[in-house]
């Protein structure tokens, strides 16, 4: 089985700072797409990023960037220029590429929560 | 578009009682599925349905069941509850259910079990 490891409970940056966010993941497939969500303390959960595992390059998007290790099993999340809206909980998340349609519902880790300082 | 929406946005029930909850997914997303969050355990998948039909299953009892209408709107139904059935129950909706489709989150439910 899966499973997705978050090893910080919980991190704090100053506004403006870049911040990274640690996750590993252990899988004994090849094919598999990697996630950042943000659930704020609406509980409502957005899609930060994604990473296509078969992809070597790191997936960007705006202030917001992955280090994707596929041999380490690492995908740490940057982000950069850090505001006070980036405060929420950050979830790593991994789901099984599928050949023949549909997939695996998400696993996700425990969560960060990311605490921004004016 | 209108996101998913989910409803009620809160329940408070009691032991033994069953419980039914609702989510409408974007327009044109065929693909729901459905996840509990707790402290505890944190996110976990519950199920997918796709055309009206159970695609694939999380490790949860049997009391945990839904179904998926021809509209594409999805309920869960949770029979005789037990207080570890509180939490927030999330679903999420996409095109086909495919791994390089987005999933759309709805708001939640939040269940309480006395």
Redesign the interface.
């Known amino acids: 089985a899966q499973t997705v490891t978050q090893s910080q409970p919980e991190m704090s940056v100053q506004e403006a700072e870049t911040v990274t966010l640690s996750c590993t993941y252990d899988t004994s497939e090849s094919d598999?797409?990697l996630f950042w969500?943000k659930q704020p303390p609406?509980?409502?959960?957005?899609?930060v990023i994604?990473q296509e595992a078969y992809k070597q390059q790191n997936a960007t998007e705006n202030r917001f960037s992955v280090n994707f290790q596929k041999a380490a099993k690492s995908f740490s999340l940057k982000i950069s220029d850090s505001q006070l809206g980036d405060a929420a909980m950050y979830?790593c998340a991994y789901?099984?590429?599928?050949s023949g349609?549909?997939?695996?519902?998400?696993?996700?880790?425990?969560?960060t929560h990311l605490i921004i300082q004016p | 578009k209108a996101g998913v929406t989910q409803t009620p946005r809160y329940l408070i029930k009691t032991r033994g009682q069953q419980v039914t909850l609702s989510c409408s997914p974007i327009s044109g997303h065929r693909s729901v599925s459905w996840y509990q969050q707790t402290p505890g355990q944190g996110l976990q998948f519950l199920f997918e349905y796709f055309s009206e039909t159970q695609r694939n299953k999380g490790n949860f009892p049997g009391r945990f069941s839904g179904r998926q209408f021809s509209n594409s709107r999805s309920e869960m139904n949770v029979s005789t509850l037990e207080l570890g059935d509180s939490a927030l129950y999330l679903c999420a909706s996409s095109l086909q259910g495919a791994t390089t489709d987005t999933q759309y989150f709805g708001p939640g439910t939040r269940l309480t079990v006395l």
Not at chain 1, 95 to 98: K, P, S
Not at chain 1, 101 to 111: I, M, N, Q, R, Y
């Open positions: 598999y797409y969500y609406s509980r409502q959960m957005i899609l994604r979830f789901r099984r590429q599928y349609g549909g997939a695996d519902g998400l696993t996700f880790g425990k969560g």
